[in-house]
């Protein structure tokens, strides 16, 4: 997860290719606009089997989130609030209509939730109405408090 402006000054197909080089197989670059990813940079990406992974919020119109399920071929990333990732502790009832009306949309993608997936029960929470949840903030919290990896992942997620 990055910004566009490191990657076109790296140039995007040099970034693509050195990204898969290393192991990664998509990014999501949240200020990448959908209409210029798919004129500008689709076909570089497609030539690098990179997938661009695109966020959805709470606000995100269905014309919108049909576009982005319709032009993704990885996952798409379900902000689960108007909140800044790490803050937010539990689901609001509103999430839980949010996470409802997506679900019946019947997308061709994966959804998986992040933003305020803090523990064990916000992670089972969100997976009732997703392929899986992204527990990015709270894993690095473990990690800074000095906590290994493989202790953290299984309780939090079994």
Same mark, same amino acid.
């Given at each position: ?17 050195? =990204? ?25 990406? *497609? ?12 606000? /995100? ?20 609030? =108007?909140? /800044?990732?790490? /803050? ?35 992670? *089972?929470?969100?997976?009732?109405? =997703? ?6 903030? =709270? ?17 939090? /997620?079994?």
């Amino acid at each position: 997860m990055g910004y566009l402006n490191p990657v076109l000054q790296f140039g995007v197909g040099n970034f693509c290719r050195r =990204a898969r080089e290393v192991g990664i197989s998509g990014v999501i670059l949240p200020d990448l606009p959908m209409d210029e990813y798919l004129k500008e940079y689709k076909s570089i990406f *497609e030539k690098h089997n990179m997938k661009s992974i695109f966020l959805i919020t709470p606000q /995100t119109s269905e014309k919108r989130i049909r576009m982005i399920d319709e032009h993704s071929d990885g996952f798409i990333y379900m902000v689960s609030s =108007a909140s /800044t990732t790490g /803050t937010k502790q539990g689901m609001s009832d509103e999430s839980e209509k949010y996470f409802k009306r997506i679900h019946k949309m019947n997308l061709k993608n994966p959804l998986m939730i992040g933003f305020g997936i803090s523990d064990k029960k916000s992670f *089972e929470k969100v997976c009732e109405y =997703a392929s899986g949840a992204i527990i990015g903030s =709270a894993f690095i919290k473990h990690l800074e408090s000095g906590g290994e990896a493989g202790k953290f992942i299984l309780p939090f /997620t079994n």
